[in-house]
């Protein structure tokens, strides 16, 4: 089977969102052919270089969603500038008007966008026209038009300019040479189309399966629009009201499209597909599959027991990256209150990258303050471990040196998130067998499913009951970190999510089959060219019994063979 893998601003690049679980997922499909198709965010990325890949990625394509559009800038003539008013006043108004009756709006983004995207193959491009005069004064009348909301009426020149030039970027995918034409078949050659987001990375896919029937399956461990929501809160955004509601919209129509068209939709977790079924995705085509993470690296750890690692019975370990959705400021207050009933505790904050700004700048540089404040009278040597009561480390460091190291470093794992995806930390303290207490974000009722203790975010005072409940009682810890352990084990590996994808392949291409035709040197058509994706073994599979199998070579469709033809022809 060849794949063509869809992805945005991650594999196979070095660095980028998406990149470990694509790259397992490759290679542990190796009895498949890949063909990446990837969208680069940044110079920066490109620069980084790409990811070592398997031998069964056959071909990689890349096209930037930065800078100026590359490609010579064609201008239209009067049928064809007709024709973009048309099809993008559709998608423009679709965007400026919510709702719609029985999903008209949702039709008219669909229409406008296709239209966009044959117009792009029979005239070269859009990328002139997307930033052309034309283009602004359409989604001016758009934004002006007769239900649209009061962010969309209030929009300036410079909005209309900056969502148009947002637009440019995000439709560049139509615009490309990846759906065949010439000795080169791009994605009309691929028998799946596997995307990655349903947002611009489905794009490409939503062509291929319109003009070639290819099915699309789209996979979201973190869903594009929530993403794009809290990419940046709106009181650090420098981008006006009407530009970001614009967008907004726009990407909740772009994920609309991608989930009515694919063919099934794999979420990482509850969480996610929750989002996706209030953007329109049917239940009955939703599937999850969680991530798989490699529990290798925390064998050593997990199977040690709680004992592991030198952990200490009176430390609380808390391991990510210091952000203001991880919301270590309500830990600091809640390991305030631990403090008063347990005075010998400790707290090791364990970074695994940098948050926000340099080290000592910040959303970090608020914390060590705050641990400062709360603890003065041994704030000295707030960055030795054994000095304060409070340490902030990172991976790396010698008394951390590995991701393993840092969640066996204590007995109590702590998540204090009030914004949380797929828990990924979570996981890997549940694969070290240690006992979690963590608050009620995201999908962590879903991963932790029992084997911890969980409690509301932004409440102190509940996440330091919860820690002292665990520090007072061993054998609960124990038996919590054992439970914890087995759960992730059975649910989040690696190798559960590739032998979920494999058998989704197979039952795509069972649904779909290969309507491609394969012609031999001199062009004729060659049948049974291409095996069934499941075959029984047997003798009767064998090269010679095929080889004895007549060909029909005259006109019109081979004649039917008398039933005790085919019998005595397959003894």
């Known amino acids: 089977m060849r794949v063509g893998l869809l992805t945005e601003g991650g594999y196979p690049y070095a660095t980028g969102e998406a990149l470990v679980w694509c790259d397992r997922l490759v290679r542990g499909l190796d009895q498949h052919d890949f063909e990446v198709y990837a969208l680069s965010r940044d110079a920066r990325q490109e620069a980084g270089g790409r990811t070592e890949l398997p031998g069964q990625v056959r071909r990689v394509r890349t096209a930037p969603l930065w800078g100026e559009p590359a490609g010579r800038r064609r201008s239209y003539g009067r049928r064809q500038r007709r024709r973009f008013a048309e099809h993008f006043g559709d998608l423009t108004v679709a965007i400026s008007v919510p709702g719609g009756p029985d999903g008209a709006q949702a039709d008219r983004f669909a229409s406008g966008l296709h239209g966009l995207a044959d117009l792009a193959r029979d005239t070269g491009g859009l990328p002139a026209a997307l930033r052309s005069e034309e283009a602004v004064r359409t989604l001016e009348r758009a934004c002006h038009t007769p239900g649209a909301p009061r962010a969309a009426h209030r929009a300036r020149v410079a909005d209309l300019l900056a969502v148009t030039e947002a637009l440019e970027r995000a439709l560049r995918p139509l615009s490309l040479d990846w759906y065949g034409g010439g000795r080169d078949p791009g994605l009309s050659g691929v028998d799946l189309c596997h995307a990655t987001s349903g947002g611009v990375a489905a794009l490409p896919g939503l062509l291929a399966e319109r003009r070639f029937g290819t099915p699309l399956l789209v996979t979201e461990y973190g869903v594009r629009l929530r993403e794009h929501y809290l990419r940046r809160p709106p009181g650090r955004d420098e981008r006006s009201g009407p530009v970001r509601a614009l967008l907004a919209a726009f990407q909740g129509r772009l994920a609309a499209e991608a989930y009515a068209r694919a063919a099934l939709i794999t979420p990482g977790n509850t969480h996610a597909r929750r989002w996706q079924e209030r953007c329109g995705a049917d239940p009955e085509r939703l599937r999850t599959v969680h991530p798989g993470m490699d529990a290798a690296r925390f064998a050593e750890v997990g199977e040690g027991g709680a004992a592991a690692g030198g952990a200490d019975d009176r430390t609380l370990v808390w391991v990510g990256r210091l952000e203001p959705a991880k919301d270590v400021v309500a830990l600091l207050h809640a ?237």
């Open 335 to 571: 390991f305030a209150e631990v403090r008063r009933w347990r005075p010998d505790t400790r707290l090791r904050v364990i970074e695994t990258r940098p948050g926000d700004g340099p080290s000592g700048g910040g959303y970090p540089a608020h914390c060590r303050g705050l641990a400062a404040h709360l603890f003065p009278d041994e704030a000295a040597n707030a960055h030795t471990p054994g000095d304060n009561p409070v340490s902030f480390e990172r991976v790396g460091d010698p008394e951390v040196p590995t991701l393993a190291d840092a969640y066996a470093a204590g007995s109590v794992v702590v998540l204090s998130s009030v914004v949380e995806g797929f828990p990924v930390g979570l996981v890997e303290a549940m694969f070290c067998g240690r006992a979690t207490v963590s608050t009620d974000a995201g999908a962590v009722c879903e991963a932790i499913g029992g084997t911890g203790l969980v409690v509301p975010p932004r409440n102190p005072r509940a996440l330091a009951d919860a820690c002292l409940a665990l520090l007072r009682d061993p054998e609960r810890r124990a038996r919590l970190g054992a439970a914890a352990r087995a759960r992730a084990l059975e649910l989040f590996t690696a190798e559960q999510n590739v032998v979920a994808f494999r058998g989704i392949y197979l039952e795509l291409m069972s649904h779909c089959p290969v309507r491609r035709e394969e012609v031999g040197a001199d062009g004729a058509p060659l049948p049974f060219a291409r095996p069934a994706e499941a075959r029984v073994p047997g003798r009767w599979t064998a090269g010679r019994h095929l080889a004895r199998t007549p060909r029909w070579a005259g006109p019109g469709p081979a004649p039917r063979q008398p039933l005790a033809a085919l019998s005595e022809e397959g003894a």
